[in-house]
């Protein structure tokens, strides 16, 4: 409300930062988890002083330098140009709370980079031992700023103490950030091995390469034997009303008998256990049938569980973008009772103006609908309000409105996933006739015929 | 003005957790650390094309290697460009978020397609070099390497110019009200704002300028292995210094009238600090001028290192008073110190002590890659003596 609303029409905004993270974290979990194939790989070359072994590194090297210091980098300034788009409150609060964290962050990522490169250029060019160590400092770099981004990322569903003392350090060593960081240590060796095993099947000698596909395949193991252990660990230290959306949600937020956050969990595990089956039958037990098109199609698997994996993770956070201080639509938790009783487009610096002046109930509607629904739902496309609401009229979108305005769980069920409607009874008059106009049907009536202002 | 229409959003109800003119300092830094490879990729594109087709008959002239050399360097440059634009950008957006924010949504579409020229320019600088220059030579692939690269200096051209949209439109919080409620897709470009093609023409020809400055330092480091070449690319680089600089003069006078008559005046004198920072990079401009004049005449290392001292101060001058433009302008909406400070000492101190250790790592990591090149090229040396 504090700022303009950019509008994505179909699509949605949260899936602009989805698209971006999702790309991103497959690449920079490369970056980190690869960084510790490169150092142990090169270690086994140093002490069996195997030359196809060097050799292989020096290409996969230059396949690992191309895709993470330039796509990683490019896609991580990405992460932050579609967060201030699309959360510019979150962000800022985000920022504002750990300035310096990032600020460290970008010192360790620096270090990191400037290794990469002198990894890669040095190659042949400075004595063996030398060249391991370079190696083994790139993997502690690259490690140092997961340390660092883990914290704030966890932050955001468990911010622990930080919402009573606001003390940078109990919101950064928060509940699930031992467990978020072994759990993503043990996926990064696995995306390593994965990349891995893209280079490694396109070796030409055929015992060669059957060796570097068993030793790439064994990468995954990590995340084979700790992950649901992990898993469990973190899970316990989520919040327990997060706990109970994902098993008892809202069936209405998805289709069929489960929640929609039970169905990105399950979707999940389906698709690592088939990763990890696929790695051990394949890969593992037969490297010699194991093919470049078979590795393409290991990685997509990999993307698929990337993808559902950070989508379950946004969808436990719901409805807030920190956990207990503000909404995913920006709105603070402590302001929700002040702007029930003031009114919405009284706050806030946009919200008021943009409705200053306004007279249109519809269009005041529209604002607000931009400010209290739009970080989640759009008019047609993902989540659609058009389809959501059906055939209801004015006056039952109106009491549904309502019973989104409580703040107890026993009236307002969606209470677990959506934020309490911030707003007093003529804005949800307001908000009722504005989405009323988006079902067809309602559009030709008298009563809801107001042509749309253009805002 | 009505000041109801101008809307310009609150800052969260956080503490900064450093008072708000370090914060300044370290925007400003970071910024100038940013400025400096952004500058060489982005003037090193162009001038590496356009070297490579003036020599593309002949790869052992010395208008061609100097192309390559600049070509081959840019990756590197570009990544620390990235890298280096992480601490302003974090910076902007805390000391002045409620403008930035702002600005990036009203533009969002193009803002976001930074991302996607980013990455097709970064690619394209790999590709000329391992698809082209690394290739065996012929005038055709000469020819096609400076096309890709004009291709890439386009992109990242294109980049700044959505840079400068967004550092110009975050400046006009009178604008931005009527920009949503025209379109609230971000399809906004700042193109009707006066100083947008003067300020966006004055980075792009420093930028050229920059670029000579690095095929210089490029001759400096070459000097003991071969010294004519050395000369060559010192005087190349002077020369293209001293066309851009002079180029600078109308368009810096362009800029400078472009922006409302009572910031002018600060700058030439009104306001005391905005009057000698501006004042002083005047005077290292014409020491730059004239040292790369002798540069030009005798290729001299030591008026070279003058021009190249002066250019970097005068690079850090402009970049303070770029940000004291971005000051005057923002003074009624914007106030970064009024938020109050909560001072996180211990990830403060944490911080320095790392910058300093990061500061000691780089100089250990450029130790080892400068002994690995010297060696290299001791040995080419004597293996080529044995073999002759």
Same mark, same amino acid.
């Given at each position: 409300m504090n700022y303009p609303i950019w509008v994505v029409p179909y699509l949605g905004g949260p899936w602009v930062i989805g698209i971006m993270a999702i790309i991103h974290i497959f690449i920079s979990h490369f970056a980190v988890g690869g960084g510790a194939f490169l150092a142990l790989a090169e270690e086994l070359a140093y002490k069996r002083k195997d030359d196809r072994i060097y050799q292989y590194l020096k290409d996969h090297s230059r396949f690992f330098v191309l895709v993470t210091t330039v796509a990683g980098a490019a896609t991580g300034v990405g992460i932050w140009f579609t967060i201030s788009l699309v959360s510019p409150d979150g962000t800022g609060s985000l920022i504002q709370i750990f300035t310096l964290a990032w600020a460290l962050e970008y010192l360790f990522f620096a270090a990191e980079l400037a290794t990469a490169f002198v990894y890669y250029y040095t190659w042949d060019r400075i004595d063996k031992a030398a060249h391991l160590k370079i190696a083994r400092l790139y993997f502690i770099f690259s490690c140092f700023t997961l340390v660092i981004i883990n914290g704030i990322i966890t932050f955001m569903l468990t911010p622990g103490k930080w919402t009573q003392n606001h003390n940078w350090f109990d919101g950064f060593f928060n509940e699930t950030y031992w467990p978020s960081l072994l759990i993503r240590l043990s996926i990064m060796f696995a995306i390593a091995g994965m990349y891995a095993l893209v280079t490694s099947s396109r070796i030409k000698d055929p015992e060669f390469r059957t060796y570097m596909v068993r030793f790439c395949a064994k990468w995954l193991l990590p995340v084979f034997i700790l992950g649901p252990i992990l898993s469990l660990w973190y899970l316990h230290e989520v919040p327990q009303a997060t706990i109970d959306t994902i098993f008892t949600g809202i069936q209405t937020s998805g289709v069929g008998n489960f929640s929609i956050l039970a169905r990105a969990?399950?979707?999940?595990?389906?698709?690592?256990?088939?990763?990890?089956?696929?790695? *051990? *039958?394949?890969?593992?037990? +037969?490297?010699?049938?194991?093919?470049?098109?078979?590795?393409?199609? *290991?990685?997509?698997?990999?993307?698929?569980?990337?993808?559902?994996?950070?989508?379950?993770?946004?969808?436990?956070?719901?409805?807030?973008?920190?956990?207990?201080?503000?909404?995913? +639509?920006?709105?603070?938790?402590?302001?929700?009772?002040?702007?029930?009783?003031?009114?919405?487009?009284?706050?806030?610096?946009?919200?008021?103006?943009?409705?200053?002046?306004?007279? +249109?109930p519809t269009a005041r509607g529209e604002i607000v609908f931009k400010y209290q629904c739009m970080s989640c739902h759009t008019e047609k496309g993902y989540r659609a309000m058009q389809k959501m609401l059906g055939e209801r009229d004015r006056d039952s979108i109106q009491s549904f409105l309502q019973m989104l305005k409580e703040h107890d769980k026993d009236k307002n069920p969606y209470l677990g996933i959506m934020p309490p409607l911030a707003a007093n009874d003529d804005e949800i008059k307001d908000l009722a006739a504005y989405l009323s106009t988006l079902n067809q049907k309602n559009k030709v009536t008298p009563a809801a015929n107001i042509c749309l202002p253009a805002l | 003005?009505?000041?109801?229409?101008?809307?310009?959003?609150?800052?969260?109800?956080?503490?900064?957790?450093?008072?708000?003119?370090?914060?300044?300092?370290?925007?400003?830094?970071?910024?100038?650390?940013?400025?400096?490879?952004?500058?060489?990729?982005?003037?090193?594109g162009f001038i590496a094309s356009a070297l490579l087709f003036l020599g593309r008959n002949d790869k052992s002239s010395y208008t061609y290697r100097c192309g390559k050399a600049l070509a081959t360097s840019l990756p590197i440059f570009i990544s620390f460009a990235i890298t280096q634009g992480i601490v302003p950008l974090l910076f902007l957006q805390l000391l002045y978020g409620p403008a930035f924010y702002t600005s990036s949504i009203l533009m969002g579409i193009a803002w976001l397609s930074i991302i996607g020229f980013l990455l097709f320019s970064y690619y394209l600088s790999y590709i000329v070099i391992y698809k082209y220059l690394k290739k065996e030579y012929s005038p055709a692939r000469a020819s096609k390497a400076s096309l890709i690269l004009l291709v890439m200096a386009c992109g990242f051209a294109l980049i700044g110019f959505l840079f400068s949209n967004n550092?110009?439109?975050?400046?006009?919080?009178?604008?931005?009200?009527?920009?949503?409620?025209t379109s609230p897709f971000g399809t906004y470009l700042n193109i009707n704002e006066p100083q947008l093609l003067p300020r966006y023409l004055h980075m792009l020809v420093a930028s050229i300028a920059v670029a000579g400055m690095t095929l210089g330092c490029f001759g400096l480091y070459i000097k003991k292995r071969n010294l004519e070449f050395a000369q060559y690319m010192l005087k190349m680089g002077s020369k293209i210094f001293l066309a851009a600089t002079v180029m600078q003069l109308p368009i810096g006078f362009w800029f400078l009238k472009s922006i409302p008559i009572e910031m002018t005046q600060k700058f030439l004198g009104k306001d005391l600090i905005c009057g000698s920072v501006f004042g002083a990079s005047m005077l290292l401009t014409l020491v730059a001028i004239i040292a790369a004049a002798m540069v030009v005449v005798n290729a001299s290392t030591t008026s070279f290192k003058t021009a190249l001292i002066a250019n970097a101060l005068i690079i850090l001058l402009m970049i303070i008073n770029r940000h004291q433009l971005r000051l005057h302008y923002l003074a009624p909406y914007v106030k970064p110190d009024l938020v109050p400070v909560n001072t996180q000492w211990d990830l403060l101190i944490v911080f320095i002590v790392s910058a300093v250790a990061l500061i000691?790592?780089?100089?250990?990591?450029?130790?080892?890659?400068?002994?690995?090149?010297?060696q290299n090229n001791t040995q080419i040396k004597s293996e080529g003596a044995e073999s002759e």
């Open positions: 969990v399950y979707l999940s595990l389906v698709l690592s256990g088939t990763v990890i089956l696929f790695a *051990f *039958f394949g890969p593992y037990l +037969n490297p010699r049938g194991f093919t470049f098109r078979i590795a393409i199609l *290991f990685m997509i698997c990999g993307l698929a569980v990337t993808g559902t994996t950070e989508w379950m993770r946004e969808l436990l956070r719901k409805p807030y973008v920190i956990y207990d201080y503000m909404y995913s +639509n920006g709105i603070r938790k402590a302001e929700i009772d002040k702007i029930s009783q003031t009114g919405f487009l009284q706050q806030g610096k946009w919200a008021s103006g943009l409705a200053q002046g306004q007279d +249109n | 003005m009505d000041i109801q229409s101008v809307v310009v959003p609150s800052y969260q109800p956080l503490p900064f957790p450093a008072p708000a003119w370090f914060l300044q300092v370290l925007l400003v830094l970071g910024f100038y650390l940013h400025a400096l490879p952004m500058n060489v990729i982005l003037g090193g550092m110009t439109l975050m400046l006009s919080p009178a604008k931005w009200l009527s920009i949503y409620k000691a790592y780089l100089i250990y990591l450029s130790k080892i890659s400068i002994r690995a090149y010297a």
